[in-house]
Nanobody, 122 residues
Framework: QVRLVESGGGLVQPGGSLRLSCAAS????????MGWYRQAPGKERELVAK???????NYADSVKGRFTISRDNAKNTVYLQMNSLKPEDSGAYYC????????????????WGHGTLVTVSS
């Protein structure tokens, strides 16, 4: 079993910064793509940023130049540095990972965290 735990959310004023972290634990053989998604009230969940195991990244157009995704493979952790935050960045942020689960027969699974809330408001 694999578990993803997000941290770092909170209330911040417009123009401020937050850094989200997501730590993966459990029977992990390998973590492939990892990413951050967000969901605002009444809206669908959307991709914010994604990073491959080879450190290639892609971002939603709305966050390019403001957000930076990174990962520490030794710690099985992915980060999202969010700068110049806007009220429209508010929402629940979810970590996602494509995991190869270790075991006698390894298998692939798509794992989600429970989310961390980001509120950008004055």
């Amino acid at each position: 079993q694999v578990r993803l735990v997000e941290s770092g959310g909170g209330l911040v004023q417009p123009g401020g910064s937050l850094r989200l972290s997501c730590a993966a634990s459990g029977s992990i053989f390998r973590l492939n793509d990892m990413g951050w998604y967000r969901q605002a009230p009444g809206k669908e969940r959307e991709l914010v940023a994604k990073i491959t195991s080879g450190l290639s990244t892609n971002y939603a157009d709305s966050v390019k130049g403001r957000f930076t995704i990174s990962r520490d493979n030794a710690k099985n952790t992915v980060y999202l540095q969010m700068n110049s935050l806007k009220p429209e960045d508010s929402g629940a942020y979810y970590c996602n990972a494509a995991v190869i689960v270790a075991g006698a027969r390894s298998y692939a699974m798509n794992s989600w965290g429970h989310g961390t809330l980001v509120t950008v408001s004055s």
